[in-house]
């Protein structure tokens, strides 16, 4: 099909599609490690990259279109020496991969502040390659301005990477807004039932390629099916974020009601700090809300253990609404200090609003918020 005739909507649906011989409607799952080639001239020519075709499962197959993801792009654009400035406010594993791991190959990072832009500017050093970003952040929702961002990385020479885990691309189109990269957990909304885990790194082919040649040499590959069961996830995936955002926000809208919610953090809702930028950047608030319950780490494990139908787990963007404590599991590994930092209180819970009756999510949570 050509591409550039669908809706996003469509090709979520029916782009990609490569059918074997035996024209199967649904995608085939191809469990096969490498691929035969017809002779020794047609091997020598896929292996220098002169005729395109699968080779071996660690780079090239059928049902794999993506990769996973941040270590990717570190270890495939970064050397020793280079510079990175990231947000402070990101998934937790990143902070530790950037603060500490890339660290020992000689990689510095500088975390700022999510929303203050002067902030990224004053930290850029003349060895910086790398502007990192997460918008919504995990767990409190704050955004940042992600065409005012790829501006501070044009003047500075560095490339700009978005973590779009939150909105999806069918809610924000970093690329569009000057991202140079964009990077996917698949393992939330893309797979969209908390099956398998997997990532993806996508970007113009000149960025990303470098991300591509570690991935083959290294070898932190995806699953043909770990993909398939993607490919699966993105023909609802429109369907789900329109309705994961509806419900989100009515949760939002009531939550802020209840006395005992001390505030809400949902970027679909007016009170929150970056809900003009968010509008204008995002297509919708998205599935997360965060919210403090007034009495701290007791009061905020009283909904948690209230909880009849909602899971406690740390994943999100599932059928299924997800509950956590950031402070005592995501966020376990930080000081209290800096979780206070952060804005990670006590009292924080995160929902991963699944697509139950919102009715049903409300009267669960309502259980353990009474007095
Ligand atoms: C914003 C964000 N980025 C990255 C990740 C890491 O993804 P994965 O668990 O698929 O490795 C997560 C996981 O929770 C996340 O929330």
């Not at 091997?43 to 660690?58: D, K, L, M, V």
């Not at 059928?62 to 990231?86: E, F, K, Q, Y």
């Not at 909904?303 to 999100?316: E, G, K, P, Q, W």
Request: contains cysteine; hydrophobic residues 45%; proline residues 4%.
């Amino acid at each position: 099909m050509n591409e550039q005739d669908y809706q996003l909507e469509t090709l979520a649906v029916r782009a990609g599609i490569a059918r074997s011989q035996f024209n199967e409607h649904s995608e085939a799952l191809y469990l096969t490690s490498s691929f035969v080639f017809g002779s020794a001239a047609e091997a020598a020519a896929r292996f220098s990259g002169q005729t395109p075709g699968n080779i071996y499962a660690r780079f090239t197959n059928p049902t794999v279109t993506g990769m996973s993801a941040i270590l990717a792009t570190v270890m495939g654009l970064l050397s020793a020496g280079d510079h990175i400035v990231s947000s402070r406010s990101l998934f937790g594993a990143t902070v530790q991969l950037f603060g500490n791991i890339m660290k020992r190959f000689g990689i510095e990072t500088t975390f700022v502040s999510q929303t203050d832009v002067a902030a990224w500017r004053a930290a850029v050093q003349p060895n910086t390659k790398l502007l990192f970003a997460e918008t919504p952040s995990n767990p409190l929702t704050e955004i940042c301005d992600i065409a005012a961002l790829s501006q501070v990385a044009k003047q500075a020479g560095a490339l700009l990477a978005v973590d779009n885990c939150f909105c999806t691309p069918i809610l924000q189109r970093p690329l569009d807004l000057g991202a140079d990269l964009v990077i996917h957990s698949a393992t939330k909304y893309l797979d969209g039932q908390g099956r398998v885990l997997g990532g993806a790194v996508l970007g113009r082919k000149e960025v990303v390629d470098p991300v591509f040649t570690f991935l083959r040499t290294a070898g932190p590959t995806m699953s043909a099916f770990n993909a398939w069961i993607f490919l699966k996830g993105l023909e609802t995936l429109s369907l789900r974020m329109e309705a994961h955002s509806r419900s989100a926000l009515e949760l939002a809208l009531w939550l802020e009601q209840q006395p005992q919610v001390e505030r809400v953090f949902y970027p679909g809702l007016p009170s929150h700090p970056q809900y003009a930028l968010a509008k204008q950047q995002q297509k919708t608030g998205g599935g997360i809300v965060a919210f403090e319950v007034k009495g701290g780490k007791d009061a905020a494990w009283r909904v948690v253990d209230a909880t009849r139908m909602i899971s406690i787990t740390a994943n999100l963007g599932d059928t299924k609404t997800t509950l956590t404590h950031p402070a005592t599991t995501t966020h376990c590994r930080i000081t209290p200090e800096q979780r206070a930092a952060a804005g990670i209180g006590d009292g924080l819970l995160r929902v991963g609003v699944g697509l139950e009756a919102v009715s049903d999510i409300q009267g669960d949570l309502a259980r353990g918020l009474k007095v």
